[in-house]
């Protein structure tokens, strides 16, 4: 941390300390205290102000501060029953809560809505592929390198997905880079949530050649039928693990299959455009590739990069897909409720 941030965050403590109960004291001691790393401390100061004056403007830091199931917990102002069109303090614009798939022509624009959804896919793509490359490399420089290059992807990727929860129209831009931290987590909880749903498949299927064998048609068959439950698994896992920021809530079958259960239809929906967007970005990169075989490296580096940003829209999308999914059927799902 600098040390400029350390000086305002010691200032607006002993600030603090002189009048506790003062609401300008207490937003500018979390303001210092979250530059400062200090998050726990920040979401303290800022749920005591609005506590004793619950406006909408405090209302609207709180949900940037706040994780989904931290921000659930916390009532709305007095005069603000329903969620406005646009969220005072934050300005964010509020989607109307309709049925899922009247939602959905809010998904397919989404990585490219605005100029600044686009510098994100752009950045978001130069980043994954810088990243890739410092995966070759070796020594604590390269991985940490490329902890952060993966990291503000998968920690936008989350963000993506709670905005969306949340009804928001436009994208927040990047995460907090205040906690750098949780860039490795983000990493982290994305890759449990796909080892969870295809990685028994892939172990089912690959143990045998790695032992030098070939897998026999029983193997095969069944780990196929492995992945097709995992896929139909996936898009749950990720509503569960970013909306509970606890990749274990992944494993808590019973609970995801009741929540299942209670938005079948609009649940097979999200399903389809997962597998139509993978189709889809499959068939764009074969495409691709194929007439790319004579090109110049120059050219060939371009595509590669052009490649990773068609992989990071769909991911945006089926992030935000299932956010939209969430928020059509909060009150169904009940899960903070």
């Known amino acids: 941390m600098s040390v400029h941030a350390e000086g305002k965050y010691r200032a607006a403590r002993e600030r603090l300390s002189g009048a506790p109960d003062d609401l300008g004291a207490l937003r500018e001691f979390s303001e210092a205290a979250r530059a400062f790393g200090k998050r726990p401390e920040a979401l303290d100061a800022l749920k005591a102000a609005y506590a004793k004056r619950p406006t909408p403007e405090l209302y609207a830091e709180l949900r940037m501060v ?3 199931p931290e921000f659930q917990a916390i009532a ?7 969620a406005p069109p646009k969220l005072a303090g934050s300005g964010a614009e509020i989607l109307p809560r309709k049925p899922f798939p009247l939602l959905l022509d809010q998904v397919l624009f989404y990585p490219v809505q605005d100029g600044q959804s686009i510098f994100i ?5 130069l980043l994954m592929s810088f990243g890739h490359l410092l995966g070759f490399a070796m020594g604590g420089i390269a991985i940490s390198a490329t902890v952060i290059c993966f990291g503000l992807v998968y920690g936008y990727l989350w963000t993506v997905m709670t905005a969306s929860g949340m009804g928001e129209k436009h994208t ?15 990493i982290g909880q994305y890759f449990m949530v796909s080892l969870l749903c295809f990685g028994p498949s892939l ?3 690959a143990w045998p050649l790695l032992n030098g064998e070939t897998p026999g048609l029983e193997r095969v068959v069944a780990g196929l039928g492995l992945a097709v439950l995992g896929l139909l698994y996936y898009p749950m896992a990720l509503m569960l693990t970013g909306f ?3 990749v274990g809530e992944t494993l808590n079958f019973p609970a995801a299959i009741r929540s299942i259960a209670k938005i079948p239809l609009d649940y097979v929906i999200c399903l389809g455009f997962f597998i139509v967007s993978f189709v889809a970005v499959c068939v764009i990169e074969w495409v ?24 990071v829209y769909m991911l945006i999308v089926q992030m935000r897909t299932v956010g939209l999914l969430y928020y059509s059927r909060e009150k169904d799902l009940g899960w903070f409720q």
């Open 172 to 186: 927040r831009g990047w995460p907090d880079l205040s906690s750098p931290e949780e860039f490795g987590s983000a």
């Open 203 to 205: 172990f089912l299927i």
């Open 76 to 82: 709305k102002p007095p005069e603000s029953g329903a």
């Open 244 to 246: 509970t920021h606890n």
């Open 288 to 311: 691709i590739l194929s007439m790319s075989a004579k090109v110049p490296i120059p050219v060939l580096l371009v595509l590669m990069i052009f490649l990773r940003a068609i992989n």
């Open 121 to 125: 896919l752009v950045v978001s793509a």
């Open 66 to 68: 706040c994780t989904f």
